[in-house]
């Protein structure tokens, strides 16, 4: 059966440097089918939808979509609103108003749960009505999916992040905290390590939270370090907890609630700072720093992987071909094929939405400080092909004289 009809793409959650790949890729795909009656493209995500916000994309010129389609950040806007039923029949609503048939949502975890309560609404209603969720987050906790667009960009900025501070610590040696995003899931924290080449690189540990934190713990293992090496530089993500799951940020100090009542932990350079001071004062070191990575790793224009920019697009164009070509709805999923190459196919929302992914155990060391070479084997493909790399003098040292 052919479905004649409006198309809607929005955007929820974060930001990445590559969702407009995505993007443009389902608007393009969309605008060749005669089926197709416009394609809309919702301004604020599903908040958009509701207040009946949409740009007409069928009348952008093909050559500006391109030009976004290689800009960071969400060329619509986005939102944080999390719809439950009574939100999602608003949306419906909508929908039917508009004659929109197909709607692609560009998003995480809630974006795919907000896909499902659509869709299901529509066939209470036996309205025909297809919805696709086109995966994206710098998070890299989507269930099924080997990676999610958005997360190689991030995790290359990572990585050259801590390429840069490792040469900073050890041109002037002490310890350097360094926080990285990450509330359940360790991957992007991970990504510091994927660059090591001498085996005095740091990050020297990596704490993710996946694995129990504890503080005393990690004073010894930053001791152990400083001691090896006069230094020791630290990845931590900004979700490590304690046995119990409580935030250490929670156990270091008050701290402030978001609007899903989550411990407010991006925005704020806390965590570093708690650590910082308990090496200062258990340890007694001195040149102790700390540094907050942030906003920065999610849109950040100068280290774009190639190889994200590329699926991020074709995750938008199957979008459109499994809605549209075979009639069907679910989630994208990337599936890794071989070393390196990747297919995608279409999965049961179910599987994905309101679901987490964590770190699989064979990518962390078993003291559960650091990851492992079966974490480097799986990131590097994704980092893309202008990886940069730091290299060191190697010429001879010239003998004393004098101090003998």
Known sequence: M???????????GGPTAVINQSLVGAVLESRKFPQITKVYGAIGGVRGIIDEEFMDLTQETTHNLERVAVTPSSALSSTRDKPDEKYCKEIFKVFRAHDVRYFFYIGGNDSSDTVRIVNEQAERSNYEFRAIHIPKTIDNDLMVNDHTPGYPSAA????????????DNRALPGVHIVVVMGRHAGFLTAASAVAHKNPDDGPHLVYLPERPFDVESFLKDVKGMNDR???CLVAVSEGIQDD???????????TEHDAHGNVQLSGTGALGEQLSNQVKEKLGLKRVRSDTLGYLQRSFIGCVSDVDQREAREVGE???QFAIWHNVDGSIAIV???DYSVDYRLVDLKEIAAKTRLMPDEFINKEGNNVTDAFTHYLRPL??????????????IVPKILFK
Do not use: W
């Open 336 to 338: 890794r094929t071989g």
């Open 244 to 254: 119990e799951g409580v935030p250490i940020l929670s156990r270091l100090m008050q």
């Open 229 to 231: 090496y006069g230094r």
């Open 2 to 12: 052919e479905l004649k009809g409006k198309v809607v793409v929005a955007q929820g």
């Open 156 to 167: 290359k900025f990572v990585a050259q992040s801590f390429i840069g501070v490792n040469l």
């Open 318 to 320: 199957k979008a459109a």
């Open 383 to 396: 980092l893309g092909s202008d990886m940069p790399e730091a290299s060191r003098l190697r010429a001879p």
